[in-house]
């Protein structure tokens, strides 16, 4: 069986009828590009959410009201008030906490903010000087919140980037200038640097104010809705969530860990749960990708079982002359399978570019997997193999004599 002859053989074959190669190619083209663009939209996704997770800060803690298991400490459900300045003081300051480096107490919520005729709802952060630390918040022009300020419950504010574009609009720098939320007017004293980011959490899009303001003026309130802390070390996180966890049960005078009325989190159960969430979210669009993939496959099936009815009459000939089973099997395969590589390798080429028109376009790093790819010829390769072989069999079974008598 001389391989080469039948290689060129199948080419001549199938671009005889050119219109319907090539509708038979779309398929798995549109298949395979599909499933290489939405894995690599996936993968973006979760390095674009796991970076912006990243950026809050090193080796951080975040205590929030309600129920958690972190750390050895498990609580149920709780009241969203539970969490005070004096727990974040009492964590900064007790001896039996030897492993977080900085506390952080802050109170969010979300206001509409005016500055002359423009105005927004943004997050509105009540934090202190040690937010920036925390948090690795950079000041662009300006200053950040100081002591004085939150002891003075100063009524000032520093701008996200995001915040202070729409507000004061582009190529403005809005420090010395005033902005409005909830009839309370703050002076602008500073624009921190951008951190990117998107949607309900955009770091940029944010108003920072002390805690004692925020708390005293705008909201009016006593409570915070979270505490985060710098652990010593990765090493130590562990360590400092038991640590902390016991601190808090103890002021909270609760005896039993599963009465715990907080939750403590880590940056590493973030990235998890993120992970999780956005590597399902992958898992379900190559999922709905892969049955464009099936499509194809089963185009490619009809073609080859159009292409046997049509060359009857030259297989019966074949196989009158002595041509055996496995070379008239061979024969269609290998059409099959140049049909279904071809359209795998020029799905290859769209979704790399579709993947990176996605990502050029929504601000994502440009994520492509060496897997996929494999994957990718692996899967056109099988279609053509798997839907190739019904009618390869088909082909080989029929009886000469029948065959040549065919009209």
Do not use: C, W
């Not at 009201?65 to 005070?84: C, D």
């Not at 300045?85 to 030897?98: M, N, V």
């Not at 969430?277 to 709905?288: C, I, M, W, Y």
């Not at 994520?367 to 190739?388: D, E, Q, T």
Request: charged letters at 15%; glycine letters at 10%.
């Amino acid at each position: 069986m001389d391989y080469r002859e039948m290689f060129i053989e199948s080419l001549s074959t199938l671009t005889l009828n050119k219109l319907r190669t090539g509708l038979a190619i779309l398929g798995i083209v549109i298949g395979i590009g599909s499933v290489i663009a939405l894995v690599s939209l996936g993968q973006a996704s979760q390095k674009a959410v796991e970076s912006q997770i990243q950026s809050l800060g090193s080796n951080l803690l975040t205590v929030m009201p309600g129920s958690s298991q972190e750390g050895g400490v498990r609580g149920a459900a709780g009241a969203r008030t539970t969490l005070t300045y004096d727990d974040a003081k009492a964590i900064e300051t007790s001896d039996a906490i030897t492993t977080v480096k900085s506390v952080s107490p802050e109170y969010s919520g979300r206001a509409q903010a005016v500055a002359g005729r423009n105005n927004i709802n943004t997050s509105v952060m009540g934090v202190t000087p040690l937010y920036a630390k925390v948090r690795k918040i950079d000041i662009s022009s300006g200053n950040f919140i100081n002591d004085r300020d939150v002891t003075a419950v100063s009524k000032v504010a520093v701008l996200g980037p995001t915040t202070a574009a729409d507000l004061f609009g582009e190529d403005v720098n809005p420090v010395g200038r005033t902005v409005r939320i909830n009839s309370q007017t703050l002076s602008v004293i500073g624009v921190t640097v951008s951190k990117g980011g998107s949607g309900f959490q955009n770091q940029d899009d944010i108003i920072y104010v002390p805690l004692t303001t925020v708390q005293k003026q705008l909201f009016g309130v006593n409570y915070l809705s979270t505490i985060s802390l710098e652990a010593e070390s990765e090493e130590v996180m562990t360590e400092a969530q038991n640590q902390v966890g016991y601190l808090l049960l103890q002021r909270h005078k609760l005896d039993d860990p599963l009465e715990a009325d907080f939750s403590i989190f880590s940056q590493q159960d973030i990235l998890d749960t993120a992970s999780q969430v956005t590597g399902t979210f992958t898992t379900l669009l190559s999922g709905v990708a892969a049955i464009s993939l099936l499509v194809g496959g089963i185009g490619i099936m009809n073609v080859m079982l159009v292409t046997v009815t049509e060359r009857t009459r030259e297989i019966g000939l074949r196989k009158a002359l002595g041509a055996k089973k496995k070379v008239v099997i061979t024969q269609f395969l290998t059409e099959s399978v140049i049909l279904t590589f071809t359209g795998g390798l020029f799905g290859i080429i769209l979704g790399i570019f579709v993947s990176y028109l996605f990502s050029a376009f929504m601000s994502f790093a440009f994520v492509v997997s060496p897997k996929s790819i494999l994957l990718a010829f692996a899967v056109s390769a099988a279609i053509g193999i798997v839907f190739g072989l019904y009618p390869a069999r088909k082909a080989a079974n029929l009886e000469p004599i029948e065959a040549l008598r065919y009209e």
